[in-house]
């Protein structure tokens, strides 16, 4: 089967090896493929729908959060978020705030919470969730944890998130990791 569209192998007309030689290709050229002991795993692969212009804004951390979550809540029952590009800049913004002002919290000291950031950011949302973390040195450190913990794994698993944006800022003391999920 395919992995990135769950769909049957490929026809005998063309030969499974050649199909899967292009999706490894893709998946490192995305960045999100894992190599061990000379194999290969596109779990944390993105759906091609999700791999548009708003992964394509952030960087290679946050496009493997992005992956990594939707391999998550597929595990789960729930359908795939895509990444939205003012979700990216508020969780971004965010992300290097905590960074800047040295606080670690969802609201920050003047008291934006999550839900004036989205608006400010121009997202029209109806209902939205974050996860905030510092110190995990990779995404797969990071989504450890967030999965750990069962607040944010509610977020990660909640069917009702359509969209996400997702911000690392690698400034000292970090890297601290911001996680937007939302719904229109």
């Not at 026809?11 to 960045?31: C, I, K, N």
């Not at 971004?92 to 919290?105: I, L, N, Q, T, V």
Request: net charge positive; glycine share 10%.
């Amino acid at each position: 089967m395919n992995p990135d569209s769950g769909s049957p192998p490929p026809s005998p007309v063309e030969p499974p090896r050649r199909r899967r030689s292009r999706t490894t290709a893709w998946l490192v050229a995305a960045g999100l493929i894992a190599a061990t002991a000379g194999s290969y795993s596109a779990a944390a692969a993105p759906h091609p729908a999700v791999a548009g212009t708003a992964l394509a804004g952030m960087d290679w951390r946050a496009r493997q959060i992005v992956g990594i979550v939707n391999v998550e809540r597929r595990k789960h029952g729930c359908r795939r978020v895509t990444a939205n590009g003012k979700l990216t800049a508020a969780a971004r913004a965010h992300s290097d705030d905590m960074a800047a002002r040295g606080y670690y919290e969802h609201a920050t000291p003047d008291g934006q919470d999550p839900g004036n950031r989205l608006t400010s950011a121009g997202y029209p949302w109806t209902r939205w969730g974050e996860n905030i973390g510092k110190g995990a040195k990779d995404p797969r450190a990071a989504m450890t944890a967030w999965m750990k913990s069962a607040a944010h794994r509610s977020n990660i698993l909640n069917c009702a998130f359509k969209e996400i944006g997702v911000g690392v800022s690698m400034r000292p003391n970090g890297p601290w990791w911001t996680q937007d999920f939302a719904a229109r």
